[in-house]
């Protein structure tokens, strides 16, 4: 087995916490790659957008369905992640999307508290069977908005959501409940280490106020069992080509802006996860 597959203790403190951080699981080399595609990539930034977080900031990101063969695609199907979901997740996955996060310096703003199957379960997934992967482009620290998450939250299953400012947010007066009982972490990362977490984890950020941007690339993986039952803005099961880990340094050869026409960008008016949470209930017949 890959070494850099998540160990048997490993996905055990996923399933026990609700996320597991993997210390450098991308060398140097490797993670310097994907911060110089990320950082040069014209089309990312012409394709990024806003989201209000209702303190007065707006998070940056840019979104894509399909991973593609460029460097975002050779991250989020190599070996290490997709077979580390693939362990977490007990069986076959597919990737329901990847983002790039961009909290530039300064201006970052926050995300409310929220889980992802808060959203997602708008698209038609039945299960929280989901997981998602952030790895740290930039460093992440407590003074650049890193990413926060209340340990063992996952186990209260789906919070109903509501929109703050254009994000969607966990219903608060059950999230301070929650975190009185269960300990809120500050997820600091160097470059190249990721945070596995669960899709019911409550987690949020804060704006980032300092110097030094924080930049983080987030791959999503459904379980194949989990197809969801209607099509919306994410895919439904699309088999997933793996590649071995080897695939990210030796796709580094190309230019960067091969990655742009190979990449299916979302557009800021059909990513519709947090906003079809803002519909009013329809009129019965």
């Not at 929220?114 to 997602?120: M, S």
């Amino acid at each position: 087995m890959n070494s850099r597959i998540l160990s048997d203790a490993a996905v055990a403190e996923y399933h026990e916490q609700g996320f597991h951080v993997a210390r450098k699981i991308f060398d140097v080399g490797e993670i310097d790659l994907l911060h110089r595609a990320a950082k040069e990539d014209h089309e990312l930034d012409k394709r990024s957008f806003g989201r209000a977080d209702g303190e007065g900031g707006t998070v940056r990101l840019s979104l894509w369905n399909h991973p593609g063969d460029g460097i975002y695609g050779m991250f989020a199907r190599c070996e290490r992640l997709a077979g580390s979901a693939a362990k977490i997740l007990g069986g076959e996955v597919y990737h329901y999307h990847s983002k790039m996060i961009m909290k530039d310096a300064k201006v970052g703003g926050a995300w409310t508290w929220h889980q992802d199957y808060g959203y997602w379960y708008q698209n038609g997934v039945l299960q929280p069977l989901l997981t998602s992967v952030m790895i740290a482009v930039d460093r992440a620290t407590k003074e650049n908005g890193c990413l926060q998450v209340i340990a063992g939250s996952h186990h209260c299953g789906r919070i109903d959501h509501i929109l703050k400012g254009e994000q969607a947010g966990a219903d608060r007066e059950r999230v301070e409940e929650i975190a009185k009982r269960m300990k809120i972490v500050h997820v600091e990362m160097e470059p190249g280490d990721a945070v596995f977490f669960h899709a019911n984890l409550l987690h949020r950020s804060d704006q980032n106020r300092s110097d030094h941007a924080r930049w983080a690339m987030i791959c999503c993986y459904n379980a194949a069992r989990n197809d969801p039952f209607k099509d919306s803005h994410h895919p439904r099961y699309t088999p997933l080509h793996v590649v071995p880990d080897s695939a990210i340094m030796e796709v580094g050869v190309k230019r960067f802006s091969d990655d742009a026409a190979d990449v299916s960008w979302l557009e800021d008016n059909r990513d519709r996860s947090a906003s079809i949470l803002a519909r009013p209930p329809q009129p019965q017949e």
